[in-house]
C-alpha cells in the first residue's frame, strides 16, 4: 500500500506542468516544426532582424518544447537571442517588448535577468494617466491593452517564481485597472486601446487575437494564489468571446487574414500561437477548464494547423482557419506561431 507521502508526491506529480507529453501527434509535429524554425533562420544564436520579442516568444515556445519532449535542446537560445538587441531593449521605449523578454528569461530561469526587463517594464506605470496602468512606450501618450495585460501575467509569473509579495500587488492592481478601464469592446474582446484624447475611451482598435490571450495565465496566477474566483469567470468569459469572436469554422483567425489575401505583418502572424498557449498555460496553473471545452479548443486548434497550414515536412504557414487561395505566407512567425499551438495541443489530455 501506498503511504500517505507518496499519495501526496502523486497527487503533486499528476497536476505539475512539467509531466511530460501527453498528445504525442503533437509533440512529434512541434518537435519537426521546431527544428525547421531553427534550421531556416536561428543563425549566429538569433533570429537575424525578427524583431527581438518574437525572439522571445520563439525562446519561450522552445523552452516549453523541450519541458514537453523531455529534451534540453534549445535550452542555449535564451543565452545569444538577445545579444544583438540588448540596446533596443534596454531603452526602455517598449514597455511590452521587454516583458516578452522578462517571460522568456523567467521560463529558462534567469531570474536577475528577468527582473531587469519587468523593472524596465515598471517605469511605465502611471496613475496621472487614465488612472492607471503602464504605457505602451516612451513617448508616454498611450495606454494600450498588450503592455498592461502582460504585466498581468509577467507579474504573475513573477510572484510564482518569488513569492515575493509586490509582484502579487502589482498583477491585482493592473487587472483592477484593467477591468475597470473602458480596454473592452462590448463583444468581451479587448480592442488594442484607449483613446490618447483625455477622455480613455475604447479607441476601438483592432482586437487581435493575442489581445486576448496574454493575461491569462495572469488571471490563473491570481486564482491560484488567492482563490479569486471571479479571475476563473472573466478568463472563461475571455476565452468563450474569442470562440466566438475570432474563429472561421472553429480556426482562430487574424483579422488581417483571409484565405485569398494576407495583409499580416511579422508581429501580426505572431499573435495566434501565442494565444493558443497561454490558453494552455493558464488551464496547467488554473486546473479549471469548463468541462472540456477550452481543452478541445486548443487540440482543434492545433488539428486546423494540420490541416490548412502545414506544408511539405513540417513547414507552416499562417492560415489556420481554411484552404489557402494562395496568399497565405511562410515565415519565421507563421512557423512559430504554429509551433506554439502544437506545443499547446501536446500539453492537453488526448
Ligand atoms: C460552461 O460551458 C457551458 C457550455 O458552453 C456554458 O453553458 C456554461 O455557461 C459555462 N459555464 C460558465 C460558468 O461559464
Same mark, same amino acid.
Given at each position: ?9 502523486l497527487a503533486?506529480? =499528476? ?75 534596454? !531603452?526602455? !521605449? ?141 478568463a472563461w ?28 505583418? =511579422? ?22 477548464d469548463n ?60
Amino acid at each position: 500500500m501506498p503511504s500517505t507521502l507518496s499519495l501526496v508526491s502523486l497527487a503533486f506529480l =499528476a497536476s505539475s506542468p512539467l509531466v511530460a507529453a501527453k498528445c504525442q501527434k503533437y509533440v512529434d509535429a512541434a518537435v519537426t516544426a521546431a527544428a525547421n524554425l531553427q534550421s531556416a533562420y536561428f543563425t549566429n544564436g538569433g533570429y537575424g532582424s525578427q524583431q527581438p520579442w518574437i525572439g522571445a516568444v520563439d525562446s519561450f515556445h522552445l523552452s516549453e518544447l523541450d519541458t514537453l519532449a523531455g529534451a534540453s535542446t534549445y535550452s542555449d537560445v535564451i543565452n545569444t537571442v538577445f545579444t544583438a538587441w540588448t540596446g533596443q531593449l534596454d !531603452n526602455g !521605449n517598449s514597455y511590452d517588448d521587454v516583458q516578452w523578454v522578462s517571460i522568456a528569461y523567467l521560463r529558462a530561469g534567469n531570474l536577475a535577468q528577468a527582473q531587469k526587463y519587468y523593472d524596465i517594464a515598471s517605469t511605465a506605470v502611471s496613475t496621472d494617466y487614465c488612472g492607471g496602468g503602464l504605457f505602451w512606450n516612451g513617448n508616454h501618450d498611450y495606454k494600450n491593452a498588450i503592455t498592461n495585460e502582460l504585466y498581468i501575467t509577467t507579474s504573475g509569473f513573477m510572484y510564482d517564481t518569488t513569492k515575493d509579495a509586490q509582484y502579487l500587488t502589482n498583477l491585482q492592481t493592473t487587472w483592477a485597472w484593467l477591468k475597470a478601464s473602458k480596454m473592452m469592446g462590448s463583444n468581451g474582446l479587448f480592442n488594442d486601446g484607449l483613446t490618447n484624447d483625455g477622455n480613455c475611451n475604447n479607441n476601438q482598435g483592432t482586437q487581435w487575437t493575442y489581445n486576448q490571450g496574454a493575461l491569462l495565465p495572469g488571471l490563473a496566477y491570481l486564482y491560484k494564489y488567492t482563490g479569486d474566483e471571479s479571475a476563473i469567470t472573466s478568463a472563461w468569459a475571455i476565452m468563450d468571446a474569442i470562440i466566438m469572436g475570432l474563429t472561421v469554422d472553429g480556426g482562430l483567425r487574424e483579422s488581417c487574414e483571409s484565405t485569398d489575401a494576407n495583409l499580416c505583418n =511579422a508581429d501580426q502572424q505572431t499573435f495566434k500561437g501565442i494565444t493558443v498557449h497561454y490558453m494552455s498555460w493558464f488551464l496547467s496553473v488554473s486546473g479549471r477548464d469548463n468541462g472540456s471545452k477550452y481543452t478541445g479548443f486548443i487540440v482543434a486548434q492545433a488539428d486546423k494547423v494540420l490541416q490548412f497550414a502545414v506544408g511539405p515536412a513540417g513547414w507552416y504557414s499562417n492560415l489556420w482557419y481554411g484552404i489557402n487561395g494562395g496568399q497565405a505566407t511562410w515565415t519565421a512567425s507563421s512557423q512559430a506561431s504554429a509551433l506554439g499551438a502544437l506545443i499547446a495541443a501536446g500539453q492537453q489530455n488526448c
